[in-house]
T-cell receptor, first 109, second 116 residues
Framework: DAKTTQPPSMDCAEGRAANLPCNHS???????VYWYRQIHSQGPQYIIH???NNETNEMASLIITEDRKSSTLILPHATLRDTAVYYC??????????FGAGTILRVKS | DTAVSQTPKYLVTQMGNDKSIKCEQN?????MYWYKQDSKKFLKIMFS???????INETVPNRFSPKSPDKAHLNLHINSLELGDSAVYFC???????????????FGEGSRLTVL
């Protein structure tokens, strides 16, 4: 069973920041937060992961609350190509991932 | 070069047939997986192999048999295909978790199986 809760869908204007929330209130101390996305008809793509600290890479930023019970994925300048299903996954190791329903992000011009 | 490649991309077949989907990764990873994405779009892990040994088998019917001839390949053979086997099957690979990484998955583009 997925250990996360995400909104089923969100809209974002092109060029604006997309902030995708995720609740993981039962996360344990050794579990990471992973984000993947799946663009239509493609395989899932790794975006970012974190344990406690906020993380940033060339694709996105991950903000994890101090109690680790929730996090937010930030796409700083969303483009139409960012339209996808975004999955927030909590797992101790990244190689046994359980995907939930995710959030459908629609970026609109 | 494609990191994780699957063939065929599309497969249409009749009920009762036996078919295989092949997967190869050129990333030098130790672990490979098969995931199934059904019509409701949920991605579920089926199998995981580490260095040619089965490490995860998520209650998949024994009509499904993964075969790993070497650590760069993980093929999926399906016997006596049923209508409910229609889905997109994704292969993935990862490096073993270690100090420098936590084993992120790299997915192939998927193989869409349609059973008529």
């Amino acid at each position: 069973d997925a250990k996360t809760t995400q909104p089923p869908s969100m809209d974002c204007a092109e060029g604006r920041a997309a902030n995708l929330p995720c609740n993981h209130s039962t996360i344990s101390g050794n579990e990471y937060v992973y984000w993947y996305r799946q663009i239509h008809s493609q395989g899932p793509q790794y975006i970012i992961h974190g344990l406690k600290n906020n993380e940033t890479n060339e694709m996105a930023s991950l903000i994890i609350t101090e109690d680790r019970k929730s996090s937010t994925l930030i796409l700083p300048h969303a483009t139409l190509r960012d339209t996808a299903v975004y999955y927030c996954i909590v797992e101790r190791r990244g190689n046994k991932l359980v995907f939930g329903a995710g959030t459908i992000l629609r970026v609109k011009s | 070069d494609t990191a994780v490649s699957q063939t065929p991309k599309y497969l249409v077949t009749q009920m009762g047939n036996d078919k295989s989907i092949k997967c190869e990764q050129n990333l030098g990873h130790d672990t490979m997986y098969w995931y199934k994405q059904d019509s409701k779009k949920f991605l579920k892990i089926m199998f995981s192999y580490n260095n040619k040994e089965l490490i995860i088998n998520e209650t998949v019917p024994n009509r499904f048999s993964p075969k790993s001839p070497d650590k760069a390949h993980l093929n999926l053979h399906i016997n006596s295909l049923e209508l409910g086997d229609s889905a997109v099957y994704f292969c993935a690979s990862s490096q073993d978790p270690g100090v420098a990484n936590t084993g992120e998955l790299f997915f192939g583009e998927g193989s869409r199986l349609t059973v008529l």
